[in-house]
C-alpha cells in the first residue's frame, strides 16, 4: 500500500463522501511547485482553486502570518484590531474609493453578506433577485440559491428565495428580466466553474445600464476572477464599470481563509448596527495574510506577470495546433482549454503524472490558475510538456483526436 492509498482509506472512513476522493495526497509546497506524499513534484497550475496567488511558502506570507499569530490570533467582532481596518483601506483605495467592507471568511459568505446588504439597500416593493443559468455563487443555502447549476442546487431548494435565471451574457434577457420589482443581480465578470465562460464585449456594461435603468442593485462576483488573477486588480476595472455590490475571497488571503463584501456608496453603509456578523470575519491572521498579499502582488508587479505570462500561456497552447484542443480562452492566469472532446479528466490525471497539477473544471474543459508569481521558465516547463499529455490521452481514444 503506498503512503497516499494508505491515506485516501483513511480519508473515506471519516470525512463525509462530498468530494469524492481526491487522487493525490499533497504534502508540501515551496514556490510554484507542490510535493505529494510519495515524493513526488509538480508544478502547481491551479494554485488550490486561483487561491495560493504567492504560489507556496512565500517569506512574505510567511512571515506576516508568523509575525501576527506570535502577536494576536483573534479578537472576535466584540474588539477591532489596526490590520481589520488597514486591509479595509487597501481595498477602498484599490476599488477606487467611496465604499465600505465586511469581512467574510470564505466566498459563499461574501455573498451570504451581500444577498442581506441588497436586502437592506433594495426598496420597498422588491422581492427577488436575478442571476445566470451555469453560475456559480457557493454552496451555503443563500449562496446556492443563486447558483444556476441544477446538479448542485436543486436537491436542496426550495430556498426561500426568490432567484431568477436568465443565460448567461445574454443582455436582452437580462432586460427582459429585471423590472422595478427587482432588488439585485447577481452576475460574475467571467463564469470560473462553469469552465471560464467569457462574455460578449460590453456585457458589464450592460448590466450595469440595465440596474441603471430599473433600480436593482448590481453585485459582482469576483470570488475567483479578483485580486490580480486577470492582470488587473479586479476584471470589473478592465470592463470600465463599477457595481454596487463587489464580492471576494480566493486570491484574497493567499491561502488563509477570508472573504469581503464590498459596497459602494450608500449601499456600503446600508446595513444597521446588529445586522450582520461573524465570530472570525476579519480574523488578524488572515487579514496579515491578505495584506502580505496586496504588497507583494505590488512589490513584484503581479498584475503585469499575470498578463504576461498568461498570454505566453494561451499563445503556446494555441500554437500546439492539437487537434483535441479547441479553443484557449481567459485572461490573465485565469485560463481553459476547451477540448473537442469530454476528456479533461484525463487529461488532468495525464498532466498529473507528467507532474502537473491542473483541473477538469467541466468534462470538456481544463482550467489553468497558477500562482500569480509563476515565471516565464514555469509556463514554457508546461508547454514542453503539453503535447506528450495531449498525445497520451489521444491513443487513450479520445474521439476525432
Ligand atoms: C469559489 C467561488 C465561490 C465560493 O467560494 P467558497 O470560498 O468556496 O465559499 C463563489 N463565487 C465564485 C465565483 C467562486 O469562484
Redesign the pocket.
Known sequence: MSATTELQARFDAVLMPNYGTPPVALARGEGRYVWDVEGNRYLDLIAG??VSALGHGHPALVEAVTRQVGRLAHTSNLFLHDGEVELAERLVALVGGDARVFFAN??????EAALKLVRRAAGPGRDHVVSTVA??????SG?LALTGKPAIRDPFGPFGLDVRFVPYGDGAALRAAVTETCQAVFV?PVQ??AGIVTPPEGYLREVREICDATGALFVL?????GVGRTGHWFAHQEAGVRPDVL?L??GLGGGL?I?ACVGFGRVGGAFHKGDHGSTFGGNPVAVAAALAVLDVIEEEKLLENAAEQGNLLAERVEALGSPLVTAVRGAGLWRAVQLAAPVAADVQAAAAAHGFLVNAVAPDTVRIAPPLTITREEILEFAGALPTILAEVSEKGAPHA
Not at 106 to 111: K, P, R, Y
Not at 221 to 225: K, T, V
Request: glycine content about 18%; aromatic content about 4%.
Open positions: 482553486i486561483a470564505s466566498g459563499t459568505e461574501a455573498n453560475g456559480f455563487h457557493g454552496r451555503t449562496a460574475e470560473g466553474e462576483d469576483e470570488i475567483q476572477s464580492t475571497a480566493k481563509p472573504g
